[in-house]
């Protein structure tokens, strides 16, 4: 089985079946089972271990030990859809909703770029609230005073008209994770009027334009198998984004799936080590999810091959109302005021936060 491990760094693509393979040699669970260290899971560990040892090689062979560290802004946690994993879904009532202006954003950006960040990473629900003038603005203003600075959006489906507007602005990179490749599973997470062609087609129509692309998955999500797992693996080798984003599920009590089990660990360190090989030069976060699953979660995802961290510079008191999620971590190490912790935590496995524009170089 280490064969395909080697074939991956050589070739960096493998067939369907191997990427199976893989996955089940890892233990083949998506879930929280996947977490548990007993059984063939612990019998894999060496398997595992080789894997994310080779995705770590390759990281430092492209990155050095520095991580890029950008600054996250939640910007609003309006959002039009009903996504049923997501805890500001749009029937959710129990959300304290916000929306930052253009002056705070623009403040949040100072704060960041007195702490020594060169990257600014705009996410929120999609909210039509927040015009696609004004969002197109908000860049411009951004890009007015930060002229050097990287500027990333994660604002959901626009449209391609605003992503063009959006570009045009001064905006350098779009994240929007395609969740799964497979329609039924896609239909299974999300309410009818999205669609998993819209969301590819935006992909592309981002691709177009000229932005730096990324998408990715939660590893396991309701209804995810081994096949919808191979399918995104798939795809993801074939659209070959700047950008691989991917954490694992985790449940939110508001929500039609609130009683479900996170994902697992295991497979997340596994899924980032095989997008670090089939990519060497892909910019892979650590995500909070992976620091909120385990504590210690961001360090396991670092040395699985992940090189961007994204502490959170939104406003402390919005912070808890971005709640993706039950429990989600934004405070301490996970916190743009937290740079100090930050560099500790990543001292302690020889790694050190690379504060730097940190754009793709193919």
Known sequence: MLQLIDKLIVTHRLEPGEYRLLLEKIGGETGAG???????????????????????????????NGVYARGL???????????????????????????????????????????????????????????DDAIAEIVAEIRREFPRHAITLSLGERGREAFQRFFDAGADRYLLRHETADNQHYTHLHPAEMSLEKRLQALHDLREIGYQVGTGIMVGSPGQTLETLVKDIVFIEHFRPEMVGLGPFLPQHDTPFGGEKPGSLRMTLALLAIFRLMMP???????????????EGRVRGILAGANVVMPNLSPVETRALYALYDGKKSFGTEAAEGVAALTSELATIGYQPAFVRGDYRG
Request: charged letters at 20%; hydrophobic letters at 40%; a neutral charge.
């Open 73 to 131: 802004i939640e910007i609003s946690n309006f959002c039009r859809n009903d996504c049923l994993y997501c805890g500001i879904r749009r029937s959710n009532r129990n959300v304290a909703r916000y929306r930052l202006s253009k002056e705070q954003i623009v403040a949040c950006c100072r704060l960041g770029a007195d702490l020594g960040f060169q990257s600014f990473v705009l996410q929120g629900g999609e909210d039509m609230g927040m015009s």
């Open 34 to 64: 996947g977490n548990e260290r007993g059984g063939e899971a612990a019998t894999n560990d060496s398997f595992l271990d080789a894997l994310t040892a080779a995705a770590r090689k390759v990281a430092i062979e492209n990155f050095g």
């Open 281 to 295: 030069r892909a910019l892979i976060p650590s995500t909070t999810s992976l620091a909120t699953l385990a504590s």
